[in-house]
């Protein structure tokens, strides 16, 4: 993989380990700036470390952050402020504060009540400016996805909906806000979305009620699906963006409002695979075989969130056929820790071997816990036959380090996070 001989990779840093191949990721973000052109965001939530946004800053990427963290990131990364769109349907107070203090290009505005606190906030700001933001509308669109992954539909925690005509009342009090500006309107259908005609769908009723607001910008968000299973198939960016910009067109998007869209899994899913190491092959006669390995639903919660399949093969023998079906489960307290319901592997599957799971380059290390005290697993990218390590292992003295002798206080109003801070320092 990128030159690098897995085997040999695996041996020297341990398992469970995370590889990217960067040259991948180099081709994906190319391929998403040429297709969206100026003002594609990267997604930042699918995975993110300061070697990944420097990859997207390098592409002429802007970074789509969603918290306080992923915006700590993108700056230790270098990024400009200004080259940042910060998201989220709770921002908190002071997220919101440092966004605008530092001068963030775009904050996607998801509710009235954001609306009040981000006024309040730029009414403080000295000298005064003005802070750029897009409403985040629910266009109404089924996306035909898992129901935690679909966001555009009537009822959705995320945005303000058309059909109910609260988009059209945010959009009212943006526009006579003294302290902010509004320069477009942001929409997202859901995750894992296979189809570009949902897209087109969702273009067609967004570009309805854009068309009369005279915005210069239009966000379609992310969600392209891609291929994780065997007989899959996913659209490319390319034509993603091509479908998007057909259906915008045909629908009279006027020219000057630039349509744009935030990929993120499909930047870095196919660009990593995950392996683990066999601890145990349990085999339950007429029942199942059970292959446990080191790692689970820590580092790839996606299958207990979801139901998310995924394929398994054994890196000594990649091409080898596969005619053996196991469970491929992890090593968590919990009946649920599944990382593949059907695996298919060789024959000679056995304890230790070396198991490697594709596709993972998307919410597996983004969304890893620390479940049993288990630490994450280090993150490496591959290329040229060159190996660098961006996220290293955790350690149990790292989990230890959370923890604090504190003492006891009667809490008063206003200091209990100050507090917390206190104990840690």
């Given at each position: ?7 040999a ?7 469970p380990?995370f590889?990217y ?15 969206w ?10 995975f ?5 946004a ?5 592409a ?6 969603a918290?306080?963290?992923e ?7 270098g ?14 107070p002071?997220e919101?504060e440092?966004?605008v203090?530092?001068?963030v290009g ?15 906030i730029?009414?403080?700001r000295?000298?005064p400016?003005?802070q750029?933001?897009l409403?985040?509308v ?6 035909h996805?898992h ?5 555009g539909?009537?009822d959705?925690?995320f945005g303000?909906?058309i059909?109910s005509?609260?988009?059209a009342a ?5 526009r ?33 009620f ?6 210069a910008?239009l966000?379609?968000g ?5 291929a994780?299973v065997?007989?899959?198939?996913a ?5 993603w963006a ?5 259906a ?6 006027p ?7 935030e990929?993120?899994?499909?930047v870095v899913?196919?660009?990593a695979?995950t392996?683990y ?7 339950i ?6 292959v446990?390995?080191?790692g ?5 919660p ?7 399949g ?7 023998a ?9 469970r ?13 319901h ?11 071997d ?5 596709v993972t380059?998307a919410?597996?290390y983004?969304?890893a ?11 490496v990218?591959?290329?040229?036959g ?5 996220l290293?292992r ?7 380090d959370?923890?604090v002798e ?5 809490p ?7 507090r917390?801070d206190?104990?840690?320092?």
């Amino acid at each position: 993989m990128g030159g690098v001989d897995v085997l040999a990779l695996a041996e020297e840093l341990g398992t469970p380990l995370f590889c990217y191949d960067e040259a991948h990721l180099v081709a994906r973000l190319a391929e998403a700036r040429a297709a969206w052109g100026p003002g594609v965001a990267y997604a930042s939530k699918a995975f993110l470390c300061t070697a990944m946004a420097r990859l997207a800053l390098d592409a002429g990427l802007r970074l789509d952050v969603a918290s306080g963290g992923e915006l700590a990131v993108a700056l230790a990364a270098g990024a400009p402020p200004r080259s940042v769109v910060l998201h989220g349907n709770n921002k908190l107070p002071d997220e919101l504060e440092q966004a605008v203090e530092i001068g963030v290009g775009r904050i996607v505005v998801d509710s009235f009540d954001e609306i009040d606190r981000l006024e309040a906030i730029v009414a403080r700001r000295r000298p005064p400016a003005r802070q750029q933001v897009l409403l985040r509308v629910t266009p109404g669109v089924e996306a035909h996805t898992h129901a935690y992954t679909s966001t555009g539909q009537d009822d959705s925690k995320f945005g303000l909906g058309i059909a109910s005509g609260a988009a059209a009342a945010g959009i009212a009090r943006l526009r006579g806000s003294p302290g902010l500006e509004l320069v477009g309107v942001h929409a997202h259908i859901g995750s894992q979305v296979f189809r570009v005609d949902a897209f087109a769908r969702a273009v067609a009723v967004l570009v309805d009620f854009v068309r009369p607001l005279g915005v210069a910008e239009l966000c379609l968000g992310g969600g392209l699906g891609v291929a994780y299973v065997a007989g899959e198939q996913a659209p490319s960016i390319t034509a993603w963006a091509e479908a998007s910009r057909d259906a915008a067109r045909a629908a009279g998007l006027p020219p000057s409002v630039r349509l744009t869209a935030e990929p993120g899994r499909s930047v870095v899913a196919a660009a990593a695979l995950t392996i683990y190491r066999v601890g145990t092959v349990k085999e339950i006669p007429g029942v199942r075989t059970y292959v446990a390995v080191d790692g689970g639903m820590s580092d790839n919660p996606r299958p207990v969130l979801y139901g998310s399949g995924y394929e398994a093969f054994l890196p000594r023998a990649p091409r080898a056929p596969r005619p053996r079906v196991v469970r491929v489960v992890g090593r968590h307290c919990e009946s649920g820790d599944v990382i593949v319901h059907d695996a298919h592997v060789p024959a000679d599957l056995a304890v230790g071997d070396l198991l490697a799971t594709p596709v993972t380059g998307a919410y597996g290390y983004a969304m890893a816990s620390t479940y049993n005290r288990v630490p994450r697993p280090p993150v490496v990218f591959v290329r040229d036959g060159r190996a660098r390590v961006v996220l290293r292992r955790e350690t149990a003295a790292d989990l230890l380090d959370l923890e604090v002798e504190g003492e006891w206080w009667a809490p008063r109003a206003g200091e209990g996070s100050q507090r917390c801070d206190e104990a840690t320092a």
